[in-house]
Structure formats: structure tokens, C-alpha cells
């Protein structure tokens, strides 16, 4: 699948199908392969799907200074207007959105900057508003750094956060392909 460059930086995406275009999301850990079992069947259904890494994930770039981008005030407003340079290079007039977690956040300032590009949206596990980075969040809920919790915990709370983000995922992944694809959200 093709590259496209938004910002100097080479953005991997993929398209399928034909018809009304969703633009699918990915959340803060992953990609687009995160959308593979999911994507299929909406293309099924007669929707055009779009997925795209985001900056500094998957197949895309991240550029220089990613810690310092994602850490940052600019983190929201690059990857709105990252989308939006992704929606003008594929023509696309306006379509539904569906994001999961932090791909929920980008979806949602997204559909604030430009409503009139929004059809709906579905979002999941998404965190939509605060004045505190993440990096600040991370310090005061997690003082100690990952890397120096013992060795088991870190091992559980891997085991647990895999197993609870992929059932929480696949649920409401599921739940919304099956209510595109009955057409209960056109």
C-alpha cells in the first residue's frame, strides 16, 4: 500500500473498497493492523475504508523530535491536521469516523475544527478533554517508570492490559461494524 508525504514525513495508509468513506482511527499502541478483522466486512457492505499509521507509528515516519511532539502542546493539532491533509490528497468530501482511544481524541478535534467533513462518529475508550499533557498524567498516576517495577508486575499488567484492551476492542469493534453494516449509521 501507497505513502503519502504530509508535514516532510511519510505517512503510510491503505484504502478499500468503494462507496461511503470511513476513516478508521488507531489507538496510542498501535496501527493499522489493528483494523484488519475489522475493516473487511464494512468494505462488504459497500463503505470505502481508510486507515492510516499516524505519526511516529506502524510504517510512518516519526520524524524528528517525536518524544518532544508527542509529549507536547502541538501533539492534537498535528494529527488534526495531519487527517486533514490525508482527506484533501484522497478527495474525500466528508466521511464517518471511528476511533479508538487516542484515535477517538484526533476524531473528536477533528470533527470540532471541521463538522461540515463529519458525517458520524463512533468513538471507544477515548479520553477527549484535558489541560494536562500526557507526559504529566503519566508522572503523577505512574511515579514509578515501567522499567523499574518488579519483575512480575510488569509481567501481569502487560498480561492484563493485552487481554482487557483486545476483549474491550473487539466487543465495540464488533458492536459498530455490525451497525454500519446493518446501515443503522449512515
Known sequence: MPFTNINEIDIYYETHGD???IVLLHHGFGCTKM?????????????RVVMYDRRGYGQSEKGTDFQGFYEGDQFRSESVKELA???????IDSFHIMGQCEGGVIGIE???????????????????????????????????????LEPDLRKNLLLG?????LNHFIINAANMAALMAKGSLT
Open 161 to 165: 492490559m493485552e487481554r482487557t484492551m
Open 19 to 21: 462507496g461511503d468513506t
Open 35 to 47: 483494523w484488519h478483522d475489522i475493516y473487511p466486512p464494512l468494505v462488504e457492505k459497500g463503505y
Open 85 to 91: 491533509t490525508l482527506r484533501d490528497f484522497l478527495h
Open 110 to 148: 477533528y470533527a470540532v475544527k471541521y463538522p461540515h467533513h463529519v458525517k458520524t462518529m463512533a468513538v471507544s475508550s477515548t479520553q477527549c478533554f484535558s489541560t494536562m499533557t500526557m507526559a504529566e498524567f503519566n508522572r503523577q498516576k505512574f511515579p514509578k517508570p515501567f522499567r523499574d
